[in-house]
């Protein structure tokens, strides 16, 4: 089945200086990579998500990139903010009909 | 919308006693799955269903039973809770299953002492 890697797992950073995390996945067929913020206390909430079909997908401050050759995604956040610090998740799926797997996730702190 | 509901939000159980924990939603959504979260395990998928009357196992569904009866709701069952099900549990539900937006109820902590 699909095995979902993520690193770093733990993340410091100075407020306004970028952030990046990377995921590895093991499944080719999957085609589908969401990735999660979650705030203590609360559920994780979808953040921006990727389609095999692009390489790249941006909204704001956040991005995403995908390597299908490499079988590598990764989330860029720039213009770090206080509220930024969460734990994040990556994870993958195929498109129809499939479950969800994720990773391990990282903990991100911005340092005011 | 309320969204995904869960209850209880905290929850101790003695070894060998048994619960069930509850899901629901009001999104209308076919696909609805249980997590279990601990610490530096990220977010383990206990089982999933991806339309009323059909479930299927996730990465760790040993301990764990679920039906799925109705659209609306997904409950997970502890048959004989032990102290390695200490954990929090999430439900969520999509649209459908796959590549979908997942939205998360609120998480049960439960602990088994």
């Known amino acids: 089945g699909e095995n979902v890697e993520q690193h770093p797992s733990t993340l410091s950073v100075q407020e306004g200086d970028s952030a990046v995390i990377k995921c590895t996945y093991s499944d080719s067929a999957s085609n589908y990579f969401p990735w999660y913020k979650q705030e203590l206390g609360k559920g994780p909430q979808l953040i921006i998500d990727?389609?095999?079909?692009?390489g790249e997908k941006k909204d704001q401050r956040i991005a995403v990139t995908l390597n299908k050759t490499a079988k590598h995604f990764s989330l860029h956040i720039t213009e770090t903010q206080p509220e930024d610090s969460a734990v994040y998740f990556c994870?993958?799926?195929?498109?129809?009909?499939?479950?969800?797997?994720f990773g391990p996730g990282t903990s991100l702190s911005v340092i005011p | 919308n309320a969204g995904v509901t869960q209850t209880p939000k905290f929850q101790v159980l003695k070894t060998g006693q048994s619960m069930t924990l509850q899901c629901a939603q009001d999104m209308n959504h076919e696909y609805m799955s249980w997590y279990r979260q601990d610490p530096g395990m990220g977010l383990r998928l206990i089982h999933y269903s991806v339309g009323a009357g059909i479930t299927d196992q996730g990465e760790v569904p040993n301990g764990y039973n679920v039906s799925r009866s109705t659209t609306e709701d997904f409950p997970l069952r502890l048959l004989s809770a032990a102290p390695s099900q200490t954990s929090v549990y999430f439900c969520?539900?999509?649209?459908?299953?796959?590549?979908?937006?997942?939205?998360f109820g609120p998480g049960t902590r439960l602990t088994v002492t």
């Open positions: 990727i389609r095999s079909n692009v």
């Open positions: 994870a993958a799926s195929k498109t129809s009909y499939d479950k969800v797997i």
């Open positions: 969520a539900s999509s649209r459908l299953a796959g590549a979908y937006e997942q939205y």
